[in-house]
């Protein structure tokens, strides 16, 4: 499982941030890989998608492992 696209030096997040009123609501999470394989929806797609996201690096020519 160390081949999980999280543990990718390439895996990219960045947490929500809440908004400052009414006006301005804040943003979702925004979740992708820097090498553009692919990009995550919170929103728009499913548990099953999202887990077979993080499982591209299994066979990712692309996968460097990341410092910890």
Do not use: V
């Not at 543990?7 to 890989?33: A, N």
């Not at 990009?39 to 990341?66: I, M, N, V």
């Amino acid at each position: 499982m160390g081949k999980l696209c999280l543990y990718c030096k390439h895996f990219y997040l960045t947490t929500g941030e809440p908004g400052y009123s009414e006006m301005t609501p804040g943003s979702d999470f925004d979740m992708s890989c820097d090498r553009r394989h692919w990009e995550f929806a919170p929103h728009d797609q499913s548990q099953e998608e999202f887990k077979r996201t993080l499982e591209t690096g299994l066979t990712c020519k692309d996968f460097t492992k990341a410092k910890p």
